[in-house]
């Protein structure tokens, strides 16, 4: 069973930074898109960062765009995503996502099998 691991949430400052990380393991199988998800109180879950199994393509929401990068490292199986610029409205439990089977970067929720357990990112103001 394949299991994803996030780390690195926690509070900050607006302006601030935080990376977060999410590493899978638990069964042999080969990573492909990976994703960045969030979700605020009240809100539906939201796409910010997708990337390719490459690595070579990237998409962001509108929101993000500028200050949020998505990487991955296929050798730790990791997908990291890097947050600058953090304002209030970026709150929210952060999701990574993996899809075991598709090759380009997309934001639709449906194409990931694997989803990790959430961890909270809090901007305070």
């Known amino acids: 069973q394949a299991q994803l691991v996030e780390s690195g949430g926690g509070l900050v400052q607006a302006g601030g930074s935080l990376r977060v990380s999410c590493a899978a393991s638990g069964r042999t199988f080969t990573t492909y898109a990976m994703a960045w998800f969030r979700q605020a109180v009240g809100k539906e879950r939201e796409c910010v960062a997708a990337?390719?199994?490459?690595?070579?393509?990237?998409l962001y929401a509108d929101s993000v765009k500028g200050r949020f990068t998505i990487s991955r490292d296929d050798a730790k199986n990791t997908v990291y995503l890097q947050m600058n610029s953090l304002k209030p409205e970026d709150t929210a439990v952060y999701y990574c996502?993996?899809?075991?089977?598709?090759?380009?970067?997309?934001?639709?929720?449906?194409?990931?099998?694997?989803w990790g357990q959430g961890t909270q990112v809090t901007v305070s103001s």
């Open positions: 990337i390719s199994r490459s690595g070579l393509s990237t």
């Open positions: 996502a993996v899809s075991a089977s598709f090759r380009g970067a997309t934001m639709t929720p449906q194409v990931y099998e694997y």
